[in-house]
C-alpha cells in the first residue's frame, strides 16, 4: 500500500528547499517573493530552508551533502507539514546520494511537490519509502496571478478535489515570443500567455498494433513517472527498485514527460526502461508535450514515432501531447495514487480512487 499523506489546511505550515536548484538569479529570485505573498494569503505559514538563496554549487544550489541533509532533515521535522521544492535543474541526483528513502519509512508521510529535476525524489519516494507524491509546480509557478495549474496544485495538497479535467488551450513554444528585456512584478504576476488549443493525441491498441485514433480511452492503475531524462538515469542504480515494485502493485499508468531529450534520445530511453522491464505491468502510457523535442524530427523520428515504435510490443494505449510537464500550462499529478484516465482528442480527466 503506497501511502497518501495528511491533507494540509490554512494555519499549516510549508517548507521550501532547494535539493536542485534555487531562486538565486533573476527572474527566480524576484518571483520567490510573490509566490510566498500568494501562499500566505491563502492561510499558510512559508518558512525557506538555507539552501533556497544559495548559488555556490557546481550547477546545483550548493554542497549535495548539504542539499540532501536539508531535504530529510525538513521531511522528518514534525513543525512542517508539507515540501514545496525551489526548482527544477540538472544535479538532484547528487542530492538523492546523500539520502535514506528507507530510513524515511520511520516518519510520517508528508506531502512534496515539483517537477522536472524532482523526479530525482519524488520517484524513490514513491517506489522506496512507499509514499505518494505530487509532481507538480515549484515554488516559483505560485508567483502569477494563479489558474487552474496552482489551484489545482493546492486542491491535491488540501484533498477538496478528486477529479480534475485537463486544460484546454497552453503556450505553443513556436508562436511564443521573445521574454522582457527587464523583469517587472506585472510581467511575474500575469496568467499565462495561452496562444493555441490543445490537442491530445490518442493511439489504441488493435490486435497487438498501435493505431492513431479519434475515439475515446480509458485506463485505470497506479500513476507513476515523471521527467524521462532523470529515470532513464536513475535505472539500475540503487534507486532501482522496479523489479518489486511492479511484483506488488499491479497495474501501472506510466506518467511520462521530457525536458531536455531529443526524439532520438526519448526513443533511446524508452527502450531502455522497456528492457529493463520497468514497463512489464503497465496499465497505460500518458506522455506530457516534450520540451527540446517539440514538433522536431531527427532522421525521420519525431515525438510521436520515438514513443509508439518502443511501446507497441506492449499493447497499451497511449495518450500524448497531455498538458504535463515542462510546457505550460501543467496539470498536476499525484504520483503513487491509484486513478482513473479517460481521455479523447479534446479531453482529459484523472480521477483519483
Not at 491533507?7 to 520567490?32: C, H, Q, R, W
Not at 538523492?96 to 519524488?122: C, Q, R, V
Not at 522506496?128 to 509546480?137: E, K, N, S
Amino acid at each position: 500500500m503506497i501511502k497518501r499523506p495528511e491533507y494540509i489546511k490554512p494555519g499549516d505550515t510549508i517548507g521550501v528547499t532547494a535539493p536542485s536548484f534555487g531562486p538565486s538569479i533573476e527572474p527566480y529570485s524576484l518571483m520567490y517573493p510573490l509566490s510566498k505573498e500568494n501562499i500566505e494569503s491563502r492561510g499558510y505559514k512559508v518558512i525557506a530552508g538555507e539552501t533556497v538563496f544559495k548559488s555556490d554549487g557546481l550547477g546545483i544550489s550548493t554542497d549535495p551533502k548539504v542539499t540532501g541533509k536539508e531535504l530529510m532533515d525538513f521531511y522528518k521535522r514534525e513543525d512542517i507539514n508539507a515540501i514545496i521544492s525551489a526548482g527544477g535543474g540538472e544535479l538532484m541526483c547528487e542530492t538523492i546520494s546523500n539520502m535514506d528513502f528507507d530510513e524515511l519509512k520511520a516518519y510520517k508521510p508528508k506531502w512534496f511537490i515539483g517537477y522536472s529535476d524532482n523526479t530525482n525524489f519524488i520517484f524513490p519516494l514513491v517506489t522506496i519509502t512507499g509514499v505518494q507524491g505530487i509532481y507538480g509546480p515549484c515554488i516559483n509557478g505560485y508567483a502569477k496571478k494563479w489558474e487552474e495549474t496552482e489551484f489545482d496544485s493546492f486542491a491535491l495538497l488540501e484533498g477538496t478535489k478528486s477529479s480534475f479535467d485537463g486544460y484546454k488551450r497552453f503556450v505553443n513554444p513556436e508562436l511564443e515570443g521573445p521574454g522582457p528585456e527587464v523583469y517587472t512584478d506585472e510581467y511575474l504576476r500575469a496568467p499565462y500567455a495561452f496562444n493555441d488549443d490543445r490537442e491530445l493525441i490518442i493511439y489504441k491498441n488493435n490486435g497487438g498494433e498501435l493505431t492513431r485514433s479519434a475515439e475515446k480511452v480509458e485506463m485505470k492503475g497506479i500513476l507513476l513517472g515523471g521527467c524521462l531524462d532523470i529515470l532513464v538515469n536513475l535505472c539500475g542504480t540503487k534507486f532501482d527498485r522496479m523489479k518489486d515494485f511492479v511484483k506488488e502493485n499491479g497495474d501501472i499508468i506510466w506518467v511520462l514527460e521530457a525536458c531536455d531529450l531529443t526524439p532520438m534520445s526519448i526513443r533511446r530511453s524508452l527502450w531502455n526502461l522497456r528492457e529493463a522491464g520497468w514497463f512489464d505491468s503497465a496499465a497505460g502510457f500518458v506522455f506530457g508535450r516534450p520540451e527540446t523535442s517539440w514538433k522536431q524530427n531527427m532522421m525521420g523520428v519525431d515525438q510521436y514515432n520515438a514513443v509508439t515504435d518502443i511501446l507497441a510490443p506492449l499493447g497499451k494505449e497511449i495518450i500524448m501531447d497531455a498538458e504535463i510537464g515542462h510546457i505550460d500550462p501543467m496539470l498536476p499529478v499525484v504520483m503513487g495514487a491509484e486513478a482513473k484516465i479517460s481521455a479523447d482528442n479534446v479531453n482529459l480527466n484523472i480521477s483519483y480512487i
